[in-house]
């Protein structure tokens, strides 16, 4: 069956690290894993995608460990503005389609 | 550069009226697709399309219609809405089927009474 499972919350404080991993079992062999962000009433924003190892941009990383059974989207040094729902969105095969899957989110809390 | 434009923003129906909601990108991405979030349920896709005059189902697509006449719009159309309509609608476009990385409209707003 497929499924992705993420942490429903995360609390922090600003300047720490945040880690917050995605669990999914049995993805497509040769598809993305991809994270987006969300803040309240507004559309979902791209952060950050992945195929395995581990990827860097302005904003995140992401690792993604050898089975790919799992990602851990990586934000360092958050702020206040970082609060928002993170989602993971992965790809699984059903057939002969390819079918995406979107986690329930998880809503990042930093603090003062 | 506008981006994926919803309207309208906020809407609120009767039982058993029908209207349609708008969407529009302006990157010339083939593929596009529309969303229902729903509390403690995530994203839903209700269809896609992967260019104009292409269009299929995604996870929940009774009660909807779509159409894809031309790259640029692909409207939703509900028929006969029902309160188990009520919810918050996105409009999403991409180069491919969410890659590189997919552009979401601002969301509407739908409340069935």
């Known amino acids: 069956l497929a499924k992705t499972t993420q942490p429903i919350s995360m609390d922090s404080y600003e300047g720490q690290e945040v880690n917050i991993t995605c669990s999914h079992n049995?993805?497509?062999?040769?598809?993305?894993i991809t994270w987006y962000q969300q803040f309240p009433s507004q559309g979902p924003r791209f952060i950050i995608q992945?195929?395995?190892?581990?990827v860097t941009n302005e904003v995140a990383s992401l690792f993604i460990p050898a089975d790919r059974k799992s990602s851990t989207l990586s934000l360092p040094r958050v702020s206040l503005s970082d609060t928002a729902v993170y989602y993971c969105?992965?790809?699984?095969?059903?057939?002969?389609?390819?079918?995406?899957?979107w986690g329930l989110g998880t809503s990042l809390a930093v603090n003062p | 550069n506008a981006g994926v434009t919803q309207t309208p923003k906020f809407q609120v129906l009767k039982t058993g009226q029908s209207m349609t909601l708008q969407c529009a990108q302006d990157?010339?991405?083939?593929?596009m697709s529309w969303y229902r979030q729903d509390p403690g349920m995530g994203l839903r896709l209700i269809h896609y399309?992967?260019?104009?005059?292409?269009?299929d189902q995604g996870e929940v697509p009774n009660g909807y219609n779509v159409s894809r006449s031309t790259t640029e719009d692909f409207p939703l159309r509900l028929l006969s809405a029902a309160p188990s309509q009520t919810s918050v609608y996105f409009c999403?476009?991409?180069?491919?089927?969410?890659?590189?990385?997919?552009?979401f409209g601002q969301g509407t707003r739908l409340t069935v009474v």
């Open positions: 999403a476009s991409s180069q491919m089927g969410g890659y590189p990385e997919a552009f």
């Open positions: 990157m010339n991405h083939e593929y």
């Open positions: 399309s992967v260019g104009a005059g292409i269009t």
């Open positions: 049995n993805i497509a062999t040769n598809d993305y």
């Open positions: 992945g195929y395995k190892t581990k």
């Open positions: 969105l992965v790809a699984f095969n059903a057939g002969n389609n390819r079918k995406l899957i």
